[in-house]
Antibody, heavy 118, light 112 residues
Framework: QVQLVESGGGVVQPGTSLRLSCAAS????????MHWVRQAPGKGLEWVAV????????YYADSVQGRFTISRDNAKNTLSLQMNSLRAEDTAMYYC???????????WGQGTMVTVSS | DIVMTQTPLSSPVTLGQPASISCRSS???????????LSWLQQRPGQPPRLLIY???NRFSGVPDRFSGSGAGTDFTLKISRVEAEDVGVYYC?????????FGQGTKVEIK
């Protein structure tokens, strides 16, 4: 079945870096754009970044532009999010989600928690 | 950025009764291709979000028919015809007409 599994979260200090991964299975990964969406504790959803199916285009939320980089390895069915210069406000559960037909987020992973604290 | 505003933010409902959530966008969600990319997501407690409705009124695979969506332009509604216990959670509208994709604040549906 279609599955997304995030990993790489943890507790880090402000100003440091962290790399999240999302392992995809059960579908043709190279045919789908992919997104990262985050959710701060007790808060709503915030779209973070998107990458086209072939990596040709990427867009970011203003809040992470210049600090986060989305990438993918279609040979390894893996999506990544490199997060630099982390801030306390980046503390959140990070979800990867598949970009389905009709501009939908049709499959979500279980998420990986990132806590930025001194 | 397109701002999505949901009302109410909390909706206590009696089991078996209907529930309705409104979502208003700060600008039209009609895309240049003629489609309106407004979706609804459900997030049950402790779970990731799940797609319910896409392009205003299309139920996603496996979604019960008690869920329905309607609206046009900037005003949209999600209706649950008869609330069941498994419907408890937070519901989000989201637009994918333009980047950045944005979400409403969420509406918490709970049982009275």
């Amino acid at each position: 079945q279609v599955q997304l599994v995030e990993s790489g979260g943890g507790v880090v200090q402000p100003g440091t870096s962290l790399r999240l991964s999302c392992a995809a299975s059960g579908f043709t990964f190279r045919s789908h754009g992919m997104h990262w969406v985050r959710q701060a504790p007790g808060k709503g959803l915030e779209w973070v970044a998107v990458i086209w199916y072939d990596g040709s285009n990427k867009y970011y939320a203003d809040s992470v532009q210049g600090r986060f980089t989305i990438s993918r390895d279609n040979a390894k069915n893996t999506l990544s999010l490199q997060m630099n210069s982390l801030r306390a406000e980046d503390t959140a559960m990070y979800y990867c989600a598949r970009w389905g037909d009709s501009k939908i987020l049709d499959t979500w992973g279980q998420g990986t928690m990132v806590t930025v604290s001194s | 950025d397109i701002v999505m505003t949901q009302t109410p933010l909390s909706s206590p409902v009696t089991l078996g009764q209907p529930a309705s959530i409104s979502c208003r966008s700060s600008q039209s969600l009609v895309h240049s291709d003629g489609n309106t990319y407004l979706s609804w997501l459900q997030q049950r407690p402790g779970q990731p979000p799940r797609l319910l409705i896409y392009k205003i009124s299309n139920r996603f695979s496996g979604v019960p028919d008690r869920f329905s969506g309607s609206g046009a332009g900037t005003d949209f509604t999600l209706k649950i015809s008869r609330v069941e216990a498994e419907d408890v959670g937070v519901y989000y509208c989201t637009q994918a007409t333009q980047f950045p994709w944005t979400f409403g604040q969420g509406t918490k549906v709970e049982i009275k």
